[in-house]
């Protein structure tokens, strides 16, 4: 049989950490998308947003779901592979991300955000926010920009100002009205849904659609399919331990995200071991890393590991631009 080195190895934990997984969920967020797209005469879906019969807005979305549920990635994928949203040619962005909300969250200062991802030359910052804003629809226009993706769009409540909030809200209401009008995603926790409660209005122009947490009963035959997908990637064999699923579980907080990131690592301890299989002890040394926690509150380890109090884990601080 031949040895495979412990580079190898590491190589292939990496390559696991960039396959993406598709799930049911990708399946509901690829429906919302199609929902916000408009349809021809033919009912065929066309890369333009979608507009109310009676108004002639676009229609927007919020994606919700605590942290570590792994909603970027999917948000991140499902537009980057729409066949409706592939580039057609260079100066055509049929989507835009932000990768965060600006910080401080002001309206300035989105403004400004949303036009470097555009490609606009540095914006003076003298410039005033009616110039800016006139700008964001005029280049989204011009890119033929279909969706606006803001990621942490709960980050705009921070210490944003009640008046600072709604006249943010004004704008994005207003890049999804008129002629080039563009459907804008805002991606965030739970809180993001205290951003409609500012005005009626913003309530009804977005879709909302909310990620559950994971459960290791109604997704067990789904969770141990990952497993044995990333193991197999690695070369490793799936651990075989009957509560493994439900311990990994009760260790990311039931949120998908970090139960993919919790067994990446511990196949990269596995590898690094030269273990030929995945076992809960290696994800127990990962535990003990990651948390700090002695053996007797090791979820992986402890005999009444359900009985394990976690409180929210903290995640590490984003590196946010500021204006």
């Not at 926010?129 to 980050?155: P, S, Y």
């Not at 804008?184 to 977005?206: K, M």
Request: include cysteine; charged fraction near 30%; glycine fraction near 6%.
């Amino acid at each position: 049989m031949t040895q495979i080195s412990t580079e190898d190895r590491l190589a292939a934990v990496d390559r696991a950490a960039n396959k993406y997984i598709p799930t049911e969920r990708d399946d509901q967020f690829v429906l919302r998308l199609n929902r916000l797209l408009a349809r021809d005469s033919a009912g065929k879906l066309v890369a333009s947003p979608r507009k109310d019969c009676g108004t002639g807005d676009a229609q927007g979305l919020f994606v919700m779901e605590a942290a570590g549920g792994g909603k970027t990635s999917l948000v991140k994928h499902g537009l980057k592979t729409h066949p409706l949203l592939q580039p057609k040619e260079e100066g055509h962005m049929p989507w835009i991300m932000l990768d965060a909300a600006p910080s401080p969250a002001t309206t300035k200062a989105l403004g400004i955000e949303i036009l470097d991802k555009t490609g606009y030359p540095g914006v003076s910052r003298s410039s005033n926010e009616q110039e800016i804003w006139k700008m964001v629809k005029h280049r989204l226009a011009l890119l033929n920009t279909v969706f606006l993706c803001i990621d942490e769009g709960h980050d705009l409540l921070g210490t944003a100002s009640a008046f600072e909030i709604r006249n943010m809200q004004k704008r994005l209401k207003n890049l999804m009205q008129g002629e080039g009008a563009v459907s804008v995603i805002l991606v965030g926790i739970g809180e993001l849904q205290h951003l409609a409660a500012y005005d009626d209005q913003i309530n009804r122009r977005y879709q909302k659609l909310a990620f559950d947490d994971i459960s290791p009963v109604r997704d067990k035959r789904l969770l141990k399919a990952i497993l044995h997908t990333l193991c197999a990637e690695v070369g490793i064999a799936a651990p075989k331990e009957p509560d493994l699923v439900e311990r990994l579980v009760h260790a990311s907080r039931r949120r998908f995200g970090w139960f993919i990131k919790n067994t990446l690592r511990a196949l990269e301890i596995a590898a690094l071991a030269g273990a030929t299989s995945l076992e809960k002890t290696h994800f127990a040394e990962d535990w003990a890393v990651q948390e700090e926690a002695e053996v007797g509150k090791n979820v992986f380890l402890a005999r009444d590991w359900s009985k394990i109090s976690l409180s929210e884990k903290p995640l590490p601080p984003r590196d946010k631009k500021s204006r």
